[in-house]
């Protein structure tokens, strides 16, 4: 549902917001990316999670050594955990972005 949701919520959307402000695909379009937010929100802790098994693998197997190298892996894994933070707060404000839209052509 979210794949869907991602993929066809836009233009869903913008069909009923372009040709006659058709509620239902201006709704239908923001339901399914609500599907799409809500996934990337519940995998956020995993994202973050997968992050500090990852670096503890890295440590416990030795293949990093414990000085530069370990710390540079901390900040690379740290920084790849906040992609999926940084996707989460666009994709929160492309759905209140869409509600406003919708919510323009109500009046």
Excluded: C, H, K
């Excluded at 503890?56 to 030795?62: K, V």
């Excluded at 992609?83 to 052509?105: E, I, K, M, P």
């Amino acid at each position: 549902m979210a794949n869907l949701g991602s993929s066809l919520a836009l233009p869903i959307f913008f069909a009923g917001f372009l040709f006659g402000g058709s509620t239902f695909l201006m709704n239908l379009g923001i339901l399914l990316f609500s599907f799409a937010v809500l996934f990337q929100l519940v995998t956020l802790p995993v994202e973050f999670n997968a992050s500090g098994r990852a670096l503890a693998m890295l440590e416990a197997s030795g293949a990093l050594t414990p000085g530069e190298e370990l710390a540079g892996a901390r900040e690379v894994l740290r920084a790849a955990a906040l992609t999926y933070l940084a996707a989460t707060a666009v994709s929160l404000l492309w759905l209140f972005r869409l509600l406003l839209l919708r919510g323009s052509r109500d009046d």
